[in-house]
């Protein structure tokens, strides 16, 4: 497993933007598969947007052409930028990452993005 913090979370008004950070303590590059996902209060955890060793990128629909995932390999650093952002986005986002295939989940302590104006 990885280390993983995130940062960038806080208030923002709707139709805001946001950058969150997630530093990694290994090499962001060769992991098989990052990503970030949100939890709402009363719902499941969910996938919002991932990133692939082969730099294949998943967005979900919810978010798909707000959001846009990003790492800077030189500082092992994975980032979310999101725009646009609604009342609806109001959630704790958890960075992710699977070091290799079939290797455990690293989470993040999570990060509070609230909506609101």
């Known amino acids: 497993q990885v280390q993983l913090v995130e940062s960038g979370g806080g208030l923002v008004q709707p139709g805001g933007s946001l950058r969150l950070s997630c530093a990694a303590s290994?090499?962001?590059?060769?992991?098989?598969?990052v990503g970030w996902f949100r939890q709402a209060p009363g719902r499941q955890r969910e996938p919002i947007a991932t990133m692939a060793i082969s730099g294949r990128q998943y967005y979900s629909d919810s978010m798909k052409g707000r959001v846009t995932i990003s790492r800077d390999s030189a500082k092992n650093t994975l980032y979310l930028q999101m725009n646009s952002l609604k009342p609806e986005d109001t959630a704790v986002y958890y960075c992710?990452?699977?070091?290799?295939?079939?290797?455990?989940?690293?989470w993040g302590q999570g990060t509070q993005v609230t909506v609101s104006s």
């Open positions: 290994g090499s962001i590059a060769n992991f098989n598969v």
């Open positions: 992710y990452a699977q070091v290799k295939f079939n290797a455990p989940d690293s």
